[in-house]
């Protein structure tokens, strides 16, 4: 794995993470849809079917299994919001960079998306205090925090494949 790409819904995680393993010429994964892979069903049905912690296991689970492979691995939003994730990404030699974006650009991105499930549970007001919330977990897992707002993602990319090609990124 080359790298792994953290941050809230809506920060950029999949666009960059495609075009991040397409620059390095290497594997894209997506840990959402790596896990809907692994439990052959959506992850809406596991958590209705199962609840949420038996969904953070399969996720730790199906992390770590991702981790060893190669390419450029995509968290969801909750990925390093629980603790045993969080150990996990932080004790991991791969370069983990949180993708950060403003209150505003996360709106703007998810607004009326019917596909991301909070987005239709909560209120913006909630919304926000659930990212404001991450942050702090975000910051501590990355190697790497890069802001986006002002950034295409062609940019970004740019910029992190200049960061990881430093030979201090790469943890021991």
């Known amino acids: 794995m080359e790298a792994i790409l953290i941050g809230f819904m809506g920060s950029g995680k999949t666009t960059v993470g495609q075009l991040l393993a397409q620059r390095l010429q ?3 994964a997506d840990l959402d849809d790596l896990i ?11 958590f209705a079917e ?3 912690p038996y969904f953070r296991g399969l996720e ?6 991702a981790m060893r492979g190669a390419g450029v691995l995509s ?6 919001t ?8 932080t004790h991991s030699p791969i370069p983990v960079i949180w993708l950060q974006a403003s209150d505003a650009t996360i709106l703007k991105r998810v607004t ?19 990212k404001h919330r991450r942050e702090r977990l975000y910051a501590a897992a990355a190697d790497l925090i890069m802001p986006t707002d002002a950034l295409t993602p062609v940019k ?3 910029a992190i494949t200049d960061w990881l090609a430093q030979p201090q990124v790469h943890r021991a």
């Open 60 to 65: 730790q689970q199906t992390l770590r299994q």
């Open 156 to 158: 970004i990319v740019q």
């Open 112 to 130: 009326g998306d019917t596909q991301r499930p909070l987005v239709n549970e909560l209120k913006v007001d909630e919304l926000l205090a659930l």
């Open 26 to 28: 290497t594997a894209h």
């Open 82 to 89: 629980v603790a045993a994730n969080a150990t996990i990404l």
């Open 75 to 80: 968290t969801g939003g909750g990925t390093p």
């Open 50 to 52: 199962h609840g949420e």
């Open 36 to 46: 809907v892979q692994a439990a052959g069903r959506p992850i809406t049905q596991i």
